[in-house]
């Protein structure tokens, strides 16, 4: 089994910054990819980039080119999101999740998940 924890949302302006954090416990957590995903009110749960657990190659989504950042401590078991230039439309539930395998970006292929975390830009 593995547990993953979110961390680090909140209320921030048009154009700042936040840093997510995911703690995962339970497995090796080096043995997996691991992928954020943001859920606003009324829509579908979608990607917004994902890690390769072996390489660490980054894979980004539209939304997240050019302003996020993926990263891993595989040493202390945690994924992280840094957003910079945030807009409005950013405004979402942040979930952190964890499949074996290659980055997928459908949320069906990811087997663990985060409790999420609110992530709310205003203009």
């Known amino acids: 089994q593995v547990q993953l924890v979110e961390s680090g949302g909140g209320l921030v302006q048009a154009g700042g910054s936040l840093r997510l954090s995911c703690v995962v416990s339970?497995?090796?957590?080096?043995?997996?990819?691991m992928g954020w995903f943001h859920q606003a009110p009324g829509k579908e749960r979608e990607f917004v980039v994902g890690?390769?657990?072996?390489?660490?190659?980054?894979y980004y989504g539209d939304s997240a080119k050019g302003r996020f950042t993926i990263s891993r401590d595989n040493a202390k078991n945690t994924l992280y999101l840094q957003m910079n230039s945030l807009k409005p439309e950013d405004t979402a539930v942040y979930y952190c999740?964890?499949?074996?395998?290659?980055?997928?970006?459908?949320?069906?292929?990811?087997?663990?998940w985060g409790q999420g975390t609110q992530v709310t830009v205003s203009s």
């Open positions: 339970g497995r090796a957590f080096d043995l997996y990819s």
């Open positions: 890690i390769e657990w072996n390489r660490g190659n980054p």
């Open positions: 999740a964890a499949r074996r395998g290659v980055i997928l970006t459908r949320r069906e292929n990811y087997e663990y």
